[in-house]
């Protein structure tokens, strides 16, 4: 049987050793090993390794790096196809080990830093547990000797957050949706005395925007993992306007100011409606909370050079120290009472996903306005599609 990724199976142990101890003595070898935040080893000639750091050796158990000098790397990690087989590399199993294909790749001269995931059998405390890493491999060349540098990041932290948030947002949506059906079912068969009817309308709105809040954090988890997919069709920019100005317009929530959309033309532009209601939301929300009583918050929507803009006005301008850290995730303009999701989220949304520019201007008389500028064109649904060739290879 063909062993598509067998190493070179000669290999001077000598050599290797030398090798070793002269890479030991090169200070800057050493340091830049032990700034790495995991695990990372020097592959010499048959992908023995000649190196590696203190969180490697902490991985696979070992105490000092001569304990692992002169291993392939599955028989150092304890791999059940290294340890029962002829080595590391040279058995069935290897065939799909995502590691040695990626030195495999590497050792034909693919482009370096060469990246890639997979899991890996890694021997700790006598049982053999089953890690997910990521792995970035290149080449160096020492003392007439080719090398290969491996970092590891371990993904299961990551895998295991991604899991359980996929879960609590399926199973808490499911429940605020119910929420959000009984308070309309209720509604309908409620007193129709005034009181009874004002805090039914405020059970329906607070059930509906638990649901759409909920949605809102599902959808940036998604969009930070790059997982995100623009739903795209036709929007009319004044009925958008129209329907996103309304939920601030309700006395209880914008008691202090007012919250106006500007007559203007309508206009249609090719985007995800429910991502843009949210983004032009999250930035009217952040503009009543920091316009004082009496002030007015104005939205409006115009085009010039077949871009649309969006533009949500408060007369209160941004303080110097704000400015400089609006859009910076957990960066908060309303201090530590705030999440810094806001200008962040407007930022990511708008120009990752829906393939616009997002900005502010602010200036002491005339206040801040927070811009989203989209083109009308199908600019997002190309983007889209790109990403998605992209995942695909």
Do not use: C
């Given at each position: 049987?063909?062993?598509?990724?067998?190493?070179?199976?000669?290999?001077?142990?000598?050599?290797?050793?030398?090798?070793?101890?002269?890479?030991?003595?090169q200070p800057h070898y050493q340091v830049l090993m032990d700034a790495v935040p995991g695990p990372a080893m020097v592959l010499g000639d048959a992908r023995r390794i000649v190196l590696a750091n203190r969180r490697?050796?902490?991985?696979?158990?070992?105490?000092?790096?001569?304990?692992?000098?002169?291993?392939?790397?599955?028989?150092a990690f304890g791999c059940r196809h290294a340890v029962a087989g002829e080595g590391c590399g040279l058995n069935w199993g290897c065939w799909h080990c995502s590691a040695s294909r990626l030195l495999a790749a590497v050792e034909r001269g693919a482009a370096c830093p060469h990246c890639g995931c997979g899991r890996l059998g890694v021997l700790a405390d006598g049982s053999l547990k089953t890690a997910e890493f990521e792995f970035v491999l290149t080449r160096d060349r020492f003392a007439d000797h080719d090398l290969i540098v491996v970092t590891m990041r371990d993904l299961a932290g990551e895998a295991r957050s991604s899991q359980l948030e996929r879960v609590f947002f399926h199973d808490i949506l499911n429940v605020a949706a119910r929420v959000s059906c009984l308070s309309e079912a209720v509604a309908e068969d409620a007193p129709d005395d005034e009181q009874t009817r004002e805090q039914l309308d405020l059970l329906?709105?607070?059930?509906?925007?638990?649901?759409e809040e909920l949605r809102f954090h599902r959808s940036l988890a998604q969009a930070e993992r790059g997982e995100l997919e623009p739903d795209v069709g036709p929007v009319d920019t004044r009925e958008l306007l129209q329907r996103v100005v309304a939920l601030?317009?309700?006395?209880d929530l914008a008691a202090s100011c007012s919250v106006h959309a500007?007559?203007?033309?309508s206009y249609t532009v090719e985007t995800d409606a429910v991502l843009?209601?949210?983004?032009?939301g999250n930035l009217i929300k952040n503009a009543v909370e920091a316009t004082s009583a009496g002030g007015r918050?104005?939205?409006?929507a115009t085009c010039k050079r077949r871009t649309v803009l969006f533009a949500v006005h408060s007369p209160m301008p941004l303080p110097s120290?704000?400015?400089?850290?609006?859009?910076?995730?957990?960066?908060s303009t309303k201090g530590e009472s705030g999440r810094g999701l806001g200008t962040y989220s407007a930022k990511l949304l708008g120009e990752e996903y829906l393939g616009g520019s997002v900005w502010f201007e602010t200036d002491e008389t005339q206040g801040t306005t927070f811009f989203v500028g989209l083109p009308l064109d199908d600019t997002v649904r190309r983007a889209s599609a790109r990403r998605a060739r992209e995942r695909r290879r």
């Open positions: 049987m063909s062993r598509t990724h067998e190493p070179n199976e000669v290999a001077d142990p000598a050599a290797l050793r030398e090798l070793a101890r002269t890479l030991q003595q490697l050796l902490d991985l696979v158990g070992a105490r000092t790096v001569v304990d692992v000098v002169g291993k392939r790397p599955g028989e329906q709105w607070s059930a509906h925007q638990l649901v601030y317009q309700r006395p500007v007559p203007g033309r843009l209601s949210r983004i032009l918050v104005e939205v409006t120290p704000v400015q400089a850290g609006v859009f910076t995730r957990s960066f």
